[in-house]
Nanobody
């Protein structure tokens, strides 16, 4: 079993920054690629950013490219999402997720990931 716990969400003004964290525990060696999704009320879960096990490969949604940075610290079993220049449309619940098993592909669909956190709310005021 793997447990993922997000933290770092909150209320911020437009143009501000937040850093989300995702702590993994349990059978963490079974996780390879990791990802951040977000979901606003009444919408589907949306891909934000992904990173491979070593951190050597990343992918971003066009809507966050240049503003968000995904990173990880395998020694600490942590993954991060640095969010800068936040916009009101970034308001959502942010989820971290992990995929069991090796793949070269950084998937962008929720059904490609096996373990999920409970989410952390990010609210950006205008």
């Amino acid at each position: 079993q793997v447990q993922l716990v997000e933290s770092g969400g909150g209320l911020v003004q437009a143009g501000g920054s937040l850093r989300l964290s995702c702590a993994a525990s349990g059978r963490t060696l079974s996780i390879y690629n990791q990802v951040w999704f977000r979901q606003a009320p009444g919408t589907e879960r949306e891909f934000v950013a992904a990173i491979n096990w070593s951190g050597s490969s990343t992918a971003y949604a066009d809507s966050v490219k240049g503003r968000f940075t995904i990173s990880k610290d395998n020694a600490q079993n942590m993954m991060y999402l640095q969010m800068n220049s936040l916009k009101p449309e970034d308001t959502a619940v942010y989820y971290c997720a992990g995929k069991f098993g090796f793949t070269d592909v950084l998937g962008r669909r929720p059904d490609e990931y096996d373990a999920w956190g409970q989410g952390t709310q990010v609210t950006v005021s205008s």
